[in-house]
């Protein structure tokens, strides 16, 4: 048994990825066990790094913070490719609200924890640590701890308290985020399963799309033609098709309308009846039924070319005589109107005879199976920006150290930049989904895997002697106190989506794992996109309040 010995214990290649392999597994096998109903899903990898930890079973330490920071670059990119689209449009919508209640979180956490310093009589550098731990920000730490050595004569005890600190409050400072989503789910009896589907609705241009059927009874609408009609194309609502004496045909921007047509409207439901009462009544009758050879087809975009171009560059009607109606991509479902962007991987619903579609189909692609293999050359010049930007020394009025976004928020910014944009020359940055999620995963649990390993071999000890569970109760005021008026304010004043809610909660905490938890609730993106709507601006503030802490309280 001398060879598992050295397996298990010796600092070796062999044995930093037997141990990793363990560690991930068990915490992961704990992680599906529910609690109550509850599971930890990802988070149980900490809880098993922690036991390898506690049992002396580390891993070489340059090893060690390789891993977790690679683990971390990883899981915080592949979530910026997958909601850099749905970023923009939710920080246009919403945005600046949002990063305020999070700034909220962050400076009220702040306050608590010069509070703790001073009256709850803990040593400021082990309440900047809780501060870190019980937000689970390690960028944060690493502020904390290099103000820290810029102070002349610093002694060693209190060098090492942020570490302590921080290793006492991470684990609750996961497990009390998701606490917060758990009782706000509670309290106002939410189904994550029916949020999901409200924002998606939500997110729709309007909502969920539908079709009506519609006479033209305006008179005043004679003789136009589709791209005439008053306000239609302005509110989403496109125009499929038209019958005429019992015949269908497409319709093209320059197909003339008479009275007495009947119109196919595609949009939003609520966009639909105004667009009713400009038109007409509504018609009674099914036009698949005498179509004419004309049909609706889905078509999936897989031509590198087709990528980034809006739906007029295309000039399908020109062309080819049809019609796009719909752009589906990820859950949303999109009216497409002229300036569409087409993304790979997009499903788009086309209305047109047989051959016309058929010769748009070659043009578009609509060959899945290419999109199962990603593309692995833009990934990692994604990454090598990434942490080129995390890494640049940002210097702000009255801070006499520079600040960094690091290896999380760097990543992450470039990488939702990237996915908003789509392309730059031949450089593509679509990611297939099965693709993102199992990068996203090996990420995660490898970050929190070291973490714990890390942690674990002082966290017993610090726990159980001293003051480690009086400083593990004062980091639960920390992590549990703003989130939770964050909660209250974001559901009962704005009546957010809980999904966007418990994104928010995530991000304002920069908490990959509640992220993950939130994730697994649903197959919705509403989480990522909150998570990742704040979390640039939290992560400098963390960092940057850290450091001021620092500067102004302990000089």
């Known amino acids: 048994m001398t060879f598992f010995t050295d397996l298990l214990t010796g600092h070796s290649v062999a044995q930093a990825v037997f141990v990793y392999s363990l560690v991930i597994a068990l915490g992961l096998a704990v992680g599906s066990v529910p609690v109550f109903g509850v599971r930890l899903g990802v988070a149980g990898v900490l809880f098993s790094g922690i036991l390898f930890g506690h049992f002396q079973i580390s891993i070489n330490p340059e090893v060690l913070e390789f891993t977790r920071e690679l683990g971390l670059i990883?899981?915080?990119?592949?979530?910026?490719?997958?909601?850099?689209?749905?970023?923009?449009?939710?920080?246009?919508?919403?945005?600046?609200?949002?990063?305020?209640?999070?700034?909220?979180?962050?400076?009220?956490?702040?306050?608590?924890?010069?509070?703790?310093?001073?009256?709850?009589?803990?040593?400021l550098p082990a309440a900047l640590g809780l501060f870190s731990g019980a937000t689970t920000n390690t960028p944060s730490l690493g502020a904390t701890q290099q103000a820290l050595k810029e102070i002349p004569n610093i002694s060693p005890d209190l060098l090492n308290m942020p570490g302590l600190g921080y290793a006492v409050a991470y684990p609750f400072g996961i497990m009390g985020i998701i606490l917060?989503?758990?009782?706000?789910?509670?309290?106002?009896?939410?189904?994550?399963?029916?949020e999901a589907e409200f924002f998606a609705q939500l997110h729709s241009k309007g909502g969920k799309l539908e079709t009506l059927e519609v006479r033209v009874d305006n008179p005043n609408l004679n003789g136009l033609t589709v791209e005439q009609l008053p306000t239609l194309k302005d509110s989403g609502v496109v125009v499929s098709r038209v019958m005429r004496d019992g015949k269908v045909q497409v319709a093209l921007d320059d197909t003339k309308i008479f009275t007495g047509d009947i119109l196919r409207l595609v949009g939003a439901k609520k966009n639909l009846q105004d667009a009713q009462i400009i038109v007409g009544s509504k018609a009674k009758i099914d036009m698949n039924a005498a179509s004419g050879g004309i049909e609706a087809r889905r078509l999936v975009v897989t031509k590198h070319d087709v990528d980034g171009k809006t739906i007029e560059d295309l000039d399908t009607q020109n062309k080819y005589g049809i019609t796009i109606t719909r752009v589906m991509r990820a859950e949303f479902e999109l009216a497409a109107t002229e300036d569409t962007e087409l993304h790979l991987a997009d499903v788009i619903v086309?209305?047109?005879?047989?051959?016309?579609?058929?010769?748009?189909?070659?043009?578009?692609?609509?060959?899945?199976?290419?999109?199962?293999?990603?593309?692995?050359?833009?990934?990692?010049?994604?990454?090598?920006?990434?942490?080129?930007?995390?890494?640049?020394?940002?210097?702000?009025?009255?801070?006499?150290?520079?600040?960094?976004?690091?290896l999380a928020g760097g990543p992450l910014l470039v990488a939702i930049f990237l996915s908003y944009v789509g392309r730059i020359g031949k450089l593509i940055w679509y990611m297939p989904s099965s693709a993102n999620f199992m990068l996203r995963e090996i990420g995660i649990v490898l970050f929190l895997a070291c973490v714990g390993i890390k942690s674990g071999g002082q966290f017993v000890h610090t726990l159980l002697q001293?003051?480690?569970?009086?400083?593990?109760?004062?980091?639960?005021?920390?992590?549990?106190?703003?989130?939770?008026?964050?909660?209250?304010?974001?559901?009962?004043?704005?009546?957010?989506?809980?999904?966007?809610?418990?994104?928010?909660?995530?991000?304002?905490?920069?908490?990959?794992?509640?992220?993950?938890?939130?994730?697994?609730?649903?197959?919705?993106?509403?989480?990522?996109?909150?998570?990742?709507?704040?979390?640039?601006?939290?992560?400098?503030?963390?960092?940057?309040?850290a450091q001021i802490i620092v500067i102004f309280f302990m000089r």
């Not at 919403?94 to 608590?112: C, D, E, P, R, S």
């Not at 005879?353 to 990603?374: I, T, Y």
């Not at 080129?388 to 210097?395: I, T």
């Not at 609730?521 to 990522?528: D, E, G, I, K, L």
């Open 180 to 194: 917060v989503m758990l009782i706000t789910r509670f309290a106002f009896r939410l189904n994550p399963h029916k």
């Open 350 to 406: 086309v209305v047109g005879d047989k051959e016309n579609l058929n010769r748009f189909a070659k043009d578009v692609g609509n060959a899945p199976k290419q999109l199962d293999h990603p593309l692995v050359m833009p990934i990692f010049v994604g990454i090598a920006l990434g942490v080129l930007l995390g890494s640049w020394p940002l210097h702000i009025p009255g801070v006499p150290v520079p600040v960094k976004l690091g």
């Open 466 to 545: 001293g003051d480690g569970f009086y400083w593990m109760g004062c980091a639960t005021i920390i992590t549990v106190l703003p989130i939770l008026v964050a909660a209250l304010y974001l559901k009962l004043r704005l009546k957010l989506n809980y999904l966007t809610i418990c994104g928010i909660l995530a991000g304002s905490m920069t908490d990959p794992p509640a992220l993950a938890f939130a994730n697994s609730m649903t197959q919705s993106n509403a989480p990522s996109i909150a998570y990742a709507t704040v979390y640039p601006l939290v992560m400098l503030l963390r960092v940057v309040s």
């Open 74 to 123: 990883l899981f915080v990119y592949s979530i910026g490719l997958q909601v850099g689209p749905g970023f923009f449009r939710s920080f246009r919508h919403q945005g600046v609200t949002l990063n305020l209640v999070a700034a909220f979180v962050v400076i009220f956490g702040a306050v608590i924890a010069l509070g703790l310093s001073f009256f709850a009589g803990i040593p």
